[in-house]
């Protein structure tokens, strides 16, 4: 399983639980979209996961953003992920940001909504805020294979799946 979580917005500690925490534990491969805050943060997401990736976001402090790239590209189950915190220019700007880096679909964060829009022409992946959701549901997102592609769940910390989609490699 690939996990997704992003927007933690923490001074102590990761702040995973219930069903995001077992998820992150369990995965085959972590992602971030960035806002940790402070470098103990991101340790603690480190110590959760040994194959942990992530980004860094626009909070994120100097001693993050020289551990982490601004943006990545990452490889799950032969789909093709572009990963950011934000690009401006919404959905539009995320989608030439993933088609440059040849990507299937994009992961970014930053707006702690929870969100999987794929209307567009790449599938566009927003898990959400585990830990400070602003006025939105708490969230995260799992990505499982099945038979051509990849498929998601956005999933509260609770366990509630709220929202199922499809991302197959173009």
């Known amino acids: 399983m690939l996990t997704i979580v992003s927007d933690t917005h923490s001074t102590d500690g990761h702040r995973l639980r219930g069903r995001t925490l ?6 085959d491969l972590v992602v971030h979209a ?12 480190e110590d959760e996961s040994s194959t942990f990736r992530g980004v860094y976001g ?5 001693a993050i953003r020289s551990r982490l790239p601004k943006a990545r590209t ?29 990507a299937d679909a994009v992961i970014f964060g930053h707006s702690h909504r929870p ?10 992946i927003n898990p959400g805020s585990h830990a400070q959701p602003r006025g939105n549901r708490p969230a995260h997102a799992e990505l499982e294979p099945v038979a051509g592609g990849l498929q ?5 910390p609770d366990g509630e799946v709220f929202k199922q989609f499809e991302i197959q490699p173009r």
């Open 22 to 27: 077992k998820a992150v534990r369990t995965a």
């Open 34 to 45: 960035g806002d940790f805050m402070i470098d103990p943060v991101l340790d603690a997401f």
């Open 58 to 62: 626009n909070n994120d402090d100097e």
């Open 74 to 102: 990452i490889e799950y189950e032969g789909v093709r992920f572009a990963v950011t915190h934000t690009v401006r220019g919404g959905n539009t700007a995320l989608t030439l940001f993933g088609k440059e880096r040849e």
């Open 115 to 124: 969100t999987a829009e794929l209307s567009g022409e790449l599938p566009l």
């Open 152 to 156: 998601g769940r956005l999933v509260t």
